[in-house]
């Protein structure tokens, strides 16, 4: 059975400073990586994605892949308040738009900025 | 503009009443549309998925169907809710052409009573 493992937090960051958040995956298979953000009582929101092994940056947010070791990370610098949320790790193979992706999701992992 | 809508919010039905919920996109033609439930305090499964019209697969067997009897529209059923039903659900689609990024509905929260 495939799986996507985060550790469940909370998280809790000072304003200001870097947020971690890590994520393993079963599948070898996977190709890729997606992090969304989900506040409370809201659907979830795509924040970044990434294919392929290295780094990938979106303004305040990092995104780390590293196949090998089957897992993705996510960086939030300068944590802000509004940035408490529960952020879900999701994975899928190759995508054939005629088959569609399966997004395999993991618990989520609760972030807390206190400032 | 390309959005998704779901209806309704929140519904409240008692055990065994039939259910109904509706994902509507614009902006995309032919889109791939998921149904995803989330329950109380764990993560989000795939229940169904639909590459075109009539076509649905299904991913956990239960008293849940879905259809898809328009190119922009999926809708979630029920004959008979179990209180297991309970749940926020979530449609999503991949909006973008030729990309798998998922963009998810504002979403329904049922309570089975």
């Known amino acids: 059975q495939k799986e996507v493992e985060q550790n469940s937090g909370p998280l809790s960051v000072p304003e200001g400073a870097i947020a971690s958040l890590n994520c393993t995956y079963s599948?070898?298979?996977?190709?890729?990586f997606f992090w969304y953000r989900q506040y409370s009582g809201k659907s979830p929101e795509l924040i970044m994605f990434i294919y392929s092994n290295g780094d990938k940056e979106d303004g305040r947010f990092t995104a780390q892949l590293n196949k090998a070791s089957q897992y993705v990370s996510l960086l939030i610098r300068d944590s802000q308040p509004s940035d408490s949320a529960t952020y879900l790790c999701a994975v899928t193979a190759n995508w054939i738009k005629a088959a569609g992706n399966k997004l395999t999701f993991g618990g989520g992992t609760r972030v807390l900025v206190k400032p | 503009s390309q959005t998704i809508h779901q209806w309704p919010a929140t519904l409240v039905q008692p055990v065994g009443s039939p259910l109904s919920l509706e994902c509507t996109v614009e902006?995309?033609?032919?889109?791939?549309l998921y149904w995803y439930r989330q329950a109380a305090g764990r993560g989000l499964q795939l229940l169904f998925y639909?590459?075109?019209?009539?076509?649905i697969s299904s991913e956990v067997p239960q008293n849940l169907s879905a259809s898809r009897p328009q190119d922009r529209q999926f809708i979630l059923s029920s004959k008979k809710l179990l209180l297991s039903d309970s749940g926020f659900y979530l449609c999503?689609?991949?909006?973008?052409?030729?990309?798998?990024?998922?963009?998810f509905g504002p979403g329904t929260r049922l309570t089975v009573l």
């Open positions: 999503a689609w991949n909006r973008d052409r030729g990309a798998d990024t998922q963009y």
């Open positions: 902006g995309t033609s032919n889109p791939n």
């Open positions: 639909s590459v075109g019209i009539g076509q």
């Open positions: 599948d070898r298979g996977s190709q890729s």
